[in-house]
């Protein structure tokens, strides 16, 4: 299986700050890499798809970059509603697999 | 509207048995393959099976294979999750995740855009 890490595991940040979560994967997986965005007690919502397509409806301060075994997900300019859990997770070869999650908190 | 409605969660004995259901709405549900995602509390999420949209191939997580076994009947627009030798390490949420594919450059993608708001499963004695 495809193990997915991500790094930090929690960050603390305030709103306005320009943020970066990494996801690296155990072997190259192209562009099969998606990002989710979850808040307590809700089901995730999707942000990214293909490393870096933003999926619609997802504000243009979210971006995803990478390729092969590196990404990164950006918040440009963080927003109240941003403080969430963030995971990434593979599509390139079954099982599908996600990152332990990124905890963004106020700081 | 799009929406996914799960049912059928609940409290069990260890070594019991429990069907999940997801009920879809708005969208042309025999297209789609879909997905059950669980995440145990506290933890992250896990996937646990996909079934494509017509053909009914399966797939499972090595930690439910055998165990469980998922189902859909597209003319109830339904999936369905059965869950046999339940074990404390299943109790989770349990999502259904609709697979929806899309194109960059001249490939083909996948991820999960539409997920229901969960039902919980507690295997306790």
């Known amino acids: 299986d495809i193990q997915m890490t991500q790094s930090p595991s929690s960050l603390s940040a305030s709103v306005g700050d320009g943020v970066t979560i990494t996801c690296r994967a155990s072997?190259?997986?192209?562009?099969?890499l998606n990002w989710y965005q979850q808040k307590p007690g809700k089901a995730p919502n999707l942000l990214i798809y293909a490393a870096s397509s933003l999926q619609s409806g997802v504000p243009s301060r979210f971006s995803g970059s990478g390729s092969g075994t590196d990404f990164t997900l950006t918040i440009s300019s963080l927003q109240p509603g941003d403080f969430a859990t963030y995971y990434c997770?593979?599509?390139?070869?079954?099982?599908?697999?996600f990152g332990q999650g990124t905890k963004v908190e106020v700081k | 509207e799009v929406q996914l409605v799960e049912s059928g969660g609940g409290l069990v004995q260890p070594g019991g048995s429990l069907r999940l259901s997801c009920a879809a709405s708005?969208?042309?549900?025999?297209?789609?393959?879909m997905n059950w995602v669980r995440q145990a509390p506290g933890k992250g999420l896990e996937w646990v099976s996909y079934?494509?949209?017509?053909?009914?191939?399966?797939y499972y997580a090595d930690s439910v294979k055998g165990r469980f076994t998922i189902s859909r009947d597209n003319a109830k627009n339904s999936l369905y999750l059965q869950m046999n030798s339940l074990r404390a390490e299943d109790t989770a949420v349990y999502y259904c995740?609709?697979?929806?594919?899309?194109?960059?450059?001249?490939?083909?993608?996948?991820?999960?855009?539409?997920w229901g708001k969960g039902t919980t499963v507690t295997v306790s004695s």
């Open positions: 079934i494509t949209s017509s053909t009914g191939t399966t």
């Open positions: 072997q190259s997986i192209g562009r099969y």
């Open positions: 708005g969208f042309t549900f025999n297209t789609y393959g």
């Open positions: 995740a609709r697979e929806s594919e899309g194109s960059a450059g001249t490939d083909y993608y996948y991820y999960m855009d539409v």
């Open positions: 997770q593979q599509t390139y070869s079954a099982p599908w697999t």
